[in-house]
């Protein structure tokens, strides 16, 4: 068969296919609904003349035919792939990228100032567009190529094949209050947390945050008399009030600074966090992409004062 009597993309889907022996992880792979992967792999089993794959205990079993294709397929989307990601002609000093990112408020405190120093002293005419994140993790704008990067909490997006990450902070959950609270000379303890109310943050209104879900695994639930969207200004709304916070350990520390708070350890198991850089897996081998990478992680953790 020559070569150009086939579409070449029935390669990569073929290559996918191998490698997860499940069409519905093959097809989120390279971003084709199932049924469109279903349709692709007819047409290239009828250009080889080959069932290629066979459905044994619901794993596409490749046949003899697709087990000497698979190397060959294989080592030509490598070379092509490192032939189209090359990093030959990326200058950051004299790049005049425009690099987007979809964040919260908190997620910006946390990354951005250093950031955005380290890329004006080593990068000078690269731009930064930072975009209010819509939702937890906005897949399909990264899939687009829309957004380049989002920045979220670890526990807004489940193991994907399509999503990278890599994880640039990793901090606590701390319980605050304004000082001299009447409740709390004696300290915080789980009554206590649950006789007062709360104030929940919650960026895309939802109507369960972290703490929420660890006391419902104690069976218990807490009063939330305000929600709002902002790590940032949530702090000031309890300072003339008897309302609780919980929120990331390094925004309270901050605020510690400035405003009348006193900090508690929660009364209950909260789970760590972590804050990760998101971006689509098929921008994993552009330059751009593994400088930025690069360069948050090799800062430091945490903001500075």
């Known amino acids: 068969m020559d070569l150009y009597q086939l579409d070449l993309n029935l390669l990569v889907l073929f290559d996918a296919l191998y490698r997860h022996r499940s069409v519905s992880a093959a097809a989120d792979e ?20 080959d069932e290629l794959f066979v459905r044994i205990n619901n794993v596409m079993t490749p046949t003899h035919r697709a ?25 950051p000093e004299h ?8 964040a919260t408020d908190y997620t910006e405190y946390s990354l951005l100032p250093r950031l955005i120093g380290l890329i004006n002293k080593l990068a000078p005419k690269i731009k930064v567009t930072v ?48 000082k001299n609270h009447p409740a709390l000379k ?10 007062l109310s709360h104030v929940r943050i919650s960026p895309w209104g939802e109507k369960q945050a972290v703490v929420d879900l660890a006391l419902a695994k104690l069976q218990k639930k807490r009063h939330v008399a305000l929600q709002l969207t902002s790590v940032l200004a949530a702090p000031y709304t309890i300072l003339h009030s008897d309302l609780l916070l ?29 804050l990760n850089l998101y971006w689509h897996k098929l921008n994993s081998g552009k330059a751009s992409h593994q400088w930025l990478t690069g360069l948050i992680r090799n800062l430091h953790h945490g903001p500075k004062p």
């Open 131 to 178: 975009y209010s994140a819509d939702n937890k993790i906005p897949a399909e704008k990264l899939i687009t190529g829309e957004l380049d990067f989002a920045l979220g909490f670890s526990h807004e997006i489940e193991d994907s094949s399509t999503i990278a990450h890599q994880t640039w902070l990793e901090d606590s959950y701390c319980t605050i209050a304004r």
């Open 95 to 102: 790049s005049e990228l425009e690099l987007t990112f979809a």
């Open 246 to 274: 919980t929120l990331p350990r390094l925004v309270a520390e901050q605020m510690l600074q400035h405003l009348d708070i006193e900090l508690f350890n929660p009364p209950l198991t909260v789970p760590d966090y972590q």
């Open 67 to 91: 087990q000497q294709l698979a190397g060959s397929v294989s080592q030509a989307l490598d070379i092509l792939h490192s032939g189209i990601n090359t990093n030959a002609g990326f200058s």
């Open 186 to 195: 004696q300290g915080l303890d789980l009554e206590t947390f649950l006789a």
């Open 30 to 49: 390279i971003c084709l609904s199932q049924s469109a992967f279903s349709h692709g792999l007819t047409r290239l089993r009828k250009r080889l003349g």
